[in-house]
């Protein structure tokens, strides 16, 4: 049975502005057309769109899911390289929580360094966010790290 955009969206849980995205971007089949020019998609692609929402929910980037598609079309591919590539979305994951600790750790610093009294011209941490980050280290204020 094939669907229409319409209903392949709400079966998805997706806009049709959505599904049409994904499907110029190369991560939905080229679907078929009616006599009267509509698309109309194999009740497959519902889980094909199922995966990309999950997939994008879980951090991996469009260029990332379209290589985890290209393996789960591909008889050929094995689940080593599946993992290697969700092994690899975990690393930068890390990475980036290890960014936004040391961001909140230096917010913290300056936050701490600030009474909320007084005239904004005297604010440290205004006046921190003026002077470059390595010398903001080495006063001691940054926290040493």
């Known amino acids: 049975m094939n669907l229409t955009i319409g209903k392949i969206a709400r079966r998805a849980s997706l806009g049709i502005e959505t599904v049409r995205f994904y499907e110029k971007q190369g991560l939905l089949l080229e679907p078929q057309r009616s006599e009267s020019n509509y698309r109309l998609y194999p009740e497959e692609e519902v889980a094909r769109l199922n995966f990309i929402k999950r997939a994008k929910g879980l951090g991996f980037s469009l260029k ?36 936004l600790s040391r961001m909140l ?33 080495n006063t001691n204020h940054g926290g040493g790290k």
């Open 105 to 137: 750790a230096a917010l913290e610093t300056l936050v701490d360094a600030c009474d909320g009294h007084g005239p904004v011209i005297e604010c440290p941490i205004l006046k921190a966010l003026e002077i470059p980050e390595q010398d903001y280290k």
């Open 64 to 99: 990332e899911i379209r290589e985890l598609l290209q393996l789960h079309d591909n008889p050929r591919a094995t689940k080593g390289e599946v993992r290697q590539k969700t092994e690899a979305k975990i690393a930068d994951i890390q990475a980036k929580i290890n960014d």
